[in-house]
């Protein structure tokens, strides 16, 4: 049996991920970041549509989502919501997979995992 292909380049959350850290979304992550504490971090898919990328960062008493188009490198990063409970976003944007480091950078929890 042939072993399973892989795809050369950074995948899509990969991508959104280097996006967002540079991007103006990203320093204000960090500056709550260093306000609020550390906080949850999601990455995935926004439902309904292709080539977006939800980027959810949560603390105990507030939220923000994020949007990143992949397929338009030159698209700003754009705030999809806020809010204040954790408990108001839907159970996709709870699933943390991702970090955000003592700097406010974003991190995929598989890529942490591989340092």
């Known amino acids: 049996m042939a072993p399973p292909l892989e795809i050369d380049g950074p995948s899509p959350f990969e991508r959104a991920v280097t996006r967002f850290n540079s991007s103006d979304a990203g320093r204000t992550a960090a500056g709550l970041t260093r306000t609020l504490g550390k906080p949850h971090a999601s990455v ?8 977006e990328v939800r980027i959810t960062i949560a603390w105990e008493l ?8 992949i397929g338009d490198d030159l698209r700003p990063i754009f705030q999809i919501g806020k809010g204040r409970e954790i408990d108001e976003l839907d159970s996709p944007a709870r699933q943390w997979n991702a970090s955000v480091g003592e700097d406010g950078r974003l991190v995929l929890a598989e890529r942490a995992a591989r340092r």
């Open 44 to 51: 995935g898919a926004a439902a309904g549509r292709p080539g």
């Open 62 to 69: 507030s939220w923000y989502q994020w949007g990143v188009d």
